[in-house]
C-alpha cells in the first residue's frame, strides 16, 4: 500500500458560521445564487454529490462569520426543504434549524404567469403554499401553481 492511498481530504471546522447540510446537490447552485454567496467576502467551502441515505446525493455550504434572517431561510426552504442549518459559535454547534417551507410566501419568489399582475405593475407577490414536500406555490393574484421546477427567487 503506497503512501497515496491513505491520503485524506479534510474540510477546516469554521469558528463561526453557518453550515447548510442536506441541500439536494442538483440545487447547490441555486442556493449559493439566491442567498448572493458568490458575491461576499467571507470564506466559503462547498461540496457537492456527497453519498446521502436521504438523498442519496447531497451538497453541503460551510460560511464563516455569516448567520441568516428568516427570509434568508425561506429562500433556502425554496430550493432545498430538507436542509438544516447548523450555527457555528466558537466550533461549537450552539443551534440547529430544520429549513420548513412557510405556509406563506411574500416577496421572495416570481409568478410564473406572463399575464399576472405581480409581473406588470409594483406588486409584492404573495402566494399560498399548497405542496410544502416538492415545493407548489399558489399565486394570491391570478391563483396559477408555480411548481418547483418553474420556482424562480427575486
Do not use: W
Not at 466558537?90 to 419568489?109: C, L, N, Q, S
Amino acid at each position: 500500500m503506497s503512501i497515496m492511498d491513505k491520503k485524506e481530504l479534510k474540510v477546516n471546522a469554521i469558528k463561526d458560521g453557518t453550515v447548510i447540510d442536506h441541500i439536494p446537490a442538483s440545487n447547490l447552485f441555486k442556493v449559493i445564487s439566491i442567498l448572493g454567496l458568490d458575491k461576499i467576502k467571507n470564506q466559503i467551502t462547498f461540496g457537492t454529490n456527497l453519498e446521502s441515505k436521504r438523498l442519496g446525493q447531497k451538497a453541503i455550504i460551510k460560511i464563516s462569520d455569516m448567520f441568516f434572517e428568516d427570509e434568508d431561510i425561506n429562500k433556502i426552504a425554496l430550493v432545498a426543504p430538507q436542509a438544516k442549518l447548523n450555527i457555528i459559535k466558537d466550533y461549537t454547534v450552539v443551534e440547529k434549524r430544520i429549513v420548513e417551507v412557510p405556509d406563506r410566501i411574500i416577496g421572495i419568489a416570481k409568478c410564473v404567469n406572463p399575464k399576472c399582475i405581480t409581473n406588470h405593475e409594483y406588486v409584492v407577490t404573495k402566494f399560498t403554499v399548497v405542496s410544502k414536500d416538492i415545493v407548489a406555490l399558489k399565486c394570491h393574484y391570478c391563483e396559477k401553481i408555480t411548481d418547483q421546477n418553474n420556482l424562480e427567487i427575486i
